[in-house]
């Protein structure tokens, strides 16, 4: 393809301010890319036009050429059927004679003149730009399907041949497209060198904002784009970034400092400069600790200092603890000592519509290259370091998952819900305004960071979804990334110039970039939050098998729901694994999957049925449905079952287990019991241990370990 | 249309053993209701096929017509297309031959020659035999939309003329039967008026199995059915059942007996008829107690009897305690004293595949005119009686939610989940292998009960759908009902098979009889568990128009989402409002809606927007979002809030308020004290909360409240 050659046209274009391309004018870039169309010409004239159908062959479309009329069918532009050469003479004249009365002045460039196809499936293939993700590729089923039933899916670009093929399968009518019914199926190799050339297409031209191929007939052998549009806008300016390793560099500072600099302590109760320095010590942190203060000289036993440039030693972290309108003269002087890291749990700024004073303490911070957290934050946890740099009371419980909130609100029931659950934490952090440290931030970090192996975050919106994509892709691989993406359902304000534009609702890219990347995405903050407790505390899978086994026949059923609800599919149950199971259960029990040893049953049969199952290479992940029984009370069911995994790690085996309690209120200390022996155990409910089970799962399989 | 006239059709092709009517016979129902259909005729050589051709103009179809011939595609039975009579002539040797060689001695009755339409929308109209609901309608969209994406909707036969026009809207696609970017809508009433006459065709003939219309060609007027397949086989057996008179009468007497007898009832320790009579005596059931023991005199203090005969007063439940092998002689001595109801705790029965046992147990107990609960159950409690007849431990907070479950460690949950978070019911009754009484039989009596304004039930299958879903819309009109349904999805219908011996009812079907009784389908055990507890507390909304109230932006964001998840659509704020929120909150807060009051504000911010919305009689209902805060602390939060909703109340007003709390865990006992107000309120969760009112408004507006 020639890329060059096509510059005059789309400068030529965008100088002349059009938003979208003529028909002629893309259709010499489908040319120069390789697109399929269908036979087509400009016609100056009626006779033309004539002359063109007589040799594209009967019946052809008619669409009126103008930059005028961005909306031809609106301004009834186009004709279709036509079979004979005077149809399309008369045909030719009406379409000036309705672009005329659409709009009195519009300059007429001629007449599109189509060959008109027939039969084979319609799809779409398009391209838009996000102002997060930038450009998007989409591909969709054409008519009622991606008009009604929104059946469509996005890939950011560029999107290699492989993937193209791959986004075929992602939409909801995809069988359709490998051929149901005795109907056959449509030449994907066609429909994804489209996807691959449109990709190429935007990523060649950056101006191109946004891309409609709708509808492509695609038949058992080629597709054609019968209807392109093209819209050309201003390029979308490059976004500032820190190297991985410039990230990494800061991030250490300042979740491992050497020392703490609160600008703002306070000996006062109630303040939040005294919760800082309270939490700091009382905390444990080991480094030390700096309260900067005009006046005072020491504070709750540390020696005080006017400003940080005071300190005669290095400082690693500032947690500002001053009103906003002071901020800045403040981050001045921490630039000035070198700090590079600034917690900023001030509000009053851009969240209070004060987005100028953001700007001018956030250019004072880049300046001396200080990296900044929040401002308005509760400020951030760190266990390995003992280090509780918020006005929060303290949360000192160790374990592997980093979390993250946008909200202070969201923060506050991470912490709540962690202290009443007992769920051990690495870090909890405050992201606020995000005026500069975000999720990318994080991720590089706690990817790195032996203490972390689960990453949960809440976020409202990505400012750079391109770089959050790239470093999620590849920590994703080796850690669990968790996300509660909320605004989900309001749609993103953006103007739709084009089809795909309108179908891009901001939360459907959200949706597919995340799965892209290998993020698990919680649809609720419950889950958030429970994913976090229970994807730490769960290993590996090493395959799909997975099994129930359970003492309620009831609590079988509606596990066996919630595998289908999770993406989890139960195991086949060979004969040999039937029969063995069926040796420890009673005779009306039911083997298969669920296992059902029934509801009477003593703590033998669960221990020989999870020890057996357990020590069964073909089996991979476990879920336990116990009920409550006089004969086999919840914590013997407990105890035994801890024993028997317990055994099973100290033989090298170690399947994720998890469990269903159903009982009376013994049943909640026995799932806590299990869960700090890492048995995800849940009372109440059936369908939250196996959601945990599925969200480990899809993990998995996106980080490719299944 | 002249049924009888079809009636020898029918007969004929019944007797002749044939499952599926040929084309000229299925054209023939057609023509008598009056379905309109293409031209078409049967041809029994090429040249009467050829002259039909002409007679109803090209392009035709030729199909094969053959009883022998089910599927006639997957036999070669089907040309389509066909423009010339030499082409049909061709057709019609080339199908004969083609059946030929597809099943040597089929009989070949001809070739149905039949005008072939074109353009228009596909859609089907069906009719199947559901073990449970018995003749079910189905309307969906034709092709890819029905099979792929199972884009389809059923109703219960008989279906009127308004109902079925309902169907066209209650399918994803419904927008393209009005009509979408410029492409015309269909006549619905014509097909309405298809749906209709199929719903009168399998009334008229109960040995009409399964209709299929499909595909129906729709275009903007008219809708004709291309392809008729209709399915005859055995007339359904009617059910036995109880009048509703009958069932109230037995239920009154066993939900309120005078005296109980508990047969097997034991002195010793870990029995469960030891247990049975602890929970009767220790419940505080004020009513006779009987036990009935072969030897014993007294036990725990009460005159023992050898058999329920010997007792001289009236009895009027027996619950069982004995092995399954001995109920069915003590079913007789049980009805022979006329008790009218037995709680049959023991298990043994269909469920461990003794299903002769239970059969002959229940035909002593149907002889007699005993009512059986179970067997294979906890038993029952009824709080109004202070009666707990089951063998788990007693339960005595009293509430308006009656609950019910199929499975006994759904039973067990509930008593758990109702003990921890002190849910007041009014019952909790386990119907185990429901042989006799059901949950029709339940909804009976909770109807009229004053003590139940919630009805709650997890359920397996529906022996009766039928029946159950004429009570159910009944009862659904005055009190909510909340399912869940186990066995939803494939997997959890096998499962369910191997428990119960149910057969595995089509999720869909019960989908849309459930919503099409009011009922409202829990998705999962801890959503049935927590409607119950939130439903009975809220008041019934008075319309559409509700409010967030909220401490914490994100939090707002959060309840948005769930608002869209369940249905509920934030009211669009008018000025008035807005200017009269805004006097009451910070200027950088966010009036509109959610009103956005902002984090740092004190108690009376929150007073006084909540108070502000419970006194405009524009704002229906309330959500609020309370992020916790040293200035408005949990409980000083929850003091007040139930404050200004109890001083609502006293004018008069109220509304449904829902609150999420986020923050430390106080907001745990913040949120007890609110719900004990009548507020439903959760700590670390925003979508809980937003289910719970989702699941009021489901109800009310099918109840037609709103």
Redesign the interface.
């Known amino acids: 393809m020639n890329k060059n050659a096509l510059r005059p046209l789309i400068d030529q274009a965008r100088a002349a301010g059009c938003a979208a391309l003529t028909a002629p004018e893309a259709q010499r870039i489908c040319d120069a890319y390789g697109i399929p169309t269908p036979k087509q010409g400009l016609a100056k004239t009626a006779a033309e036009a004539a002359k063109l159908a007589s040799r594209f062959g009967y019946p052809v479309v008619l669409k009126i050429v103008s930059h005028d009329i961005l909306h031809k069918?609106e301004a009834g532009g186009v004709i279709v059927g036509l079979e004979t050469a005077t149809a399309v003479r008369r045909a030719f004249d009406q379409l000036v004679k309705s672009a005329k009365r659409y709009k009195k002045d519009a300059s007429i460039e001629g007449v599109q003149v189509q060959q008109m196809l027939r039969g084979g499936q319609e799809v779409m293939v398009g391209a838009v730009s996000d102002p997060s993700f930038g450009k998007m590729i989409a591909f969709g089923?054409g008519g009622?399907?991606v008009?009604?039933?929104k059946?469509i899916t996005f890939r950011m670009a560029p999107v290699g041949k492989k993937e193209a093929l791959s986004m075929l399968d992602a939409i909801?009518?995809a069988?359709?497209l490998h051929g149901?019914?005795?109907q056959p199926g449509v030449d994907r190799a066609a429909l994804a060198d489209i996807i691959w050339k449109v990709s190429k297409l935007v990523g060649d031209f950056p101006e191109i904002q946004e891309v409609d191929l709708n509808p492509i007939f695609a038949t058992v052998k080629g597709a054609r784009a019968v209807d392109v549009r093209i819209v050309i806008g201003d390029k979308a300016k490059p976004r500032p970034r820190f190297s991985q390793s410039e990230i990494l560099g800061a991030m250490q500072r300042i979740m491992n400092p050497r020392s703490v600099a609160v600008i703002g302590a306070s000996a006062e109760d109630?303040k939040i400069g005294n919760s800082v320095m309270k939490n700091l010590i009382n905390g444990g942190y080991q480094g030390a600790i700096y309260p900067i203060h005009p006046k005072a000289t020491e504070i709750l036993g540390r020696k005080a200092y006017p400003s940080v440039l005071d300190v005669a030693e290095d400082i690693d972290v500032a947690v500002f603890a001053i009103p906003a309108k002071f901020c800045a003269a403040a981050m001045d002087e921490a630039g000035r000592k070198k700090i590079p890291g600034a917690v900023m749990i001030p509000?009053g700024f851009a969240?209070?519509?004060e987005q100028g004073l953001q700007d001018e303490l956030l250019g004072v911070a880049r300046k001396h290259n200080v990296r900044v957290m929040g401002p308005n934050i509760y400020g951030f946890y760190y266990t390995p370091q003992n280090l509780c740099a918020t006005f929060?009371?303290p949360y000192d419980v160790k374990g592997k998952v980093a979390l993250s909130?946008?909200?202070?609100?969201?923060g506050?029931?991470i912490?709540?819900?962690s202290?009443?659950t007992r769920m051990g934490v690495s870090a909890i952090v405050g992201l606020g305004n995000k005026s500069d440290l975000d999720e990318d931030d994080l991720l590089t970090y706690f990817e790195q960071d032996d203490h972390t192996q689960v990453i949960a975050m809440?976020c409202?919106d990505l400012k750079d979804g391109r770089s959050f994509a790239e470093v999620a892709s590849r920590v994703s691989k080796r850690k669990p990334i968790v996300m509660?993406k909320?605004?989900?359902?309001?749609l993103g304000a953006r103007a739709a110039a084009s089809h795909t534009g309108a179908l891009a609702g901001n939360d459907k890219i959200y949706d597919d970039v995340l799965r892209q990347c290998g993020v698990v995405r919680a649809k609720?903050?419950?889950d958030l939050?429970q994913f976090a407790r229970g994807l730490q505390v769960l290993p590996d899978p090493q395959g799909e098998n997975i099994v129930?086994i359970t003492?309620?026949?009831?609590?079988?059923?509606?596990?066996?729901?919630?595998?289908?609800?999770n993406g989890l599919?139960?195991m086949k149950m060979p004969p040999d694994l039937d029969a063995a199971f069926r040796k420890f259960i009673?005779p009306?029990g039911?083997a298969?999957n669920?296992v059902?040893i029934?509801?009477?049953e003593p703590p033998t049969t669960y221990a020989n049925t999870i020890r057996f199952a357990l020590d069964e290479p073909r089996i991979h992940s476990l879920i336990l449905?116990y009920?409550?029984t006089?004969i086999t009370p919840p914590m013997v069911f407990a105890k035994l079952c801890a024993e028997v995994v317990e055994e099973a790690r100290a033989k090298g085996i170690d399947k994720p287990v998890v469990a269903s309690l159903?009982?009376?209120?013994?049943?909640?200390e026995a799932s806590e019991y299990l869960y700090e022996r890492g048995i995800v155990a849940c009372?109440?409910?059936?369908?939250?241990p196996v959601a945990v089970l599925g969200a480990k799962y899809r993990w998995a399989r996106a980080a490719g370990l299944l």
Chains 1, 2 share one sequence.
Not at 662 to 668: A, I, R
Request: aromatic content about 4%.
């Open positions: 069918t089923m009622v399907l008009e009604v039933m059946d909801g009518a069988a359709v149901v019914r005795g109630g509000s969240e209070v519509g929060c009371t909130s946008q909200s202070g609100g969201v506050m029931s912490i709540g819900f202290r009443s809440h409202e509660l909320a605004g989900r359902t309001a609720s903050l419950n939050l129930v003492g309620a026949g009831g609590s079988g059923v509606l596990l066996s729901d919630a595998c289908v609800d599919t139960l009673p009306f039911a298969g669920p059902d029934t509801g009477g449905g009920w409550h006089i159903v009982g009376d209120v013994e049943v909640e009372p109440y409910t059936t369908e939250l």
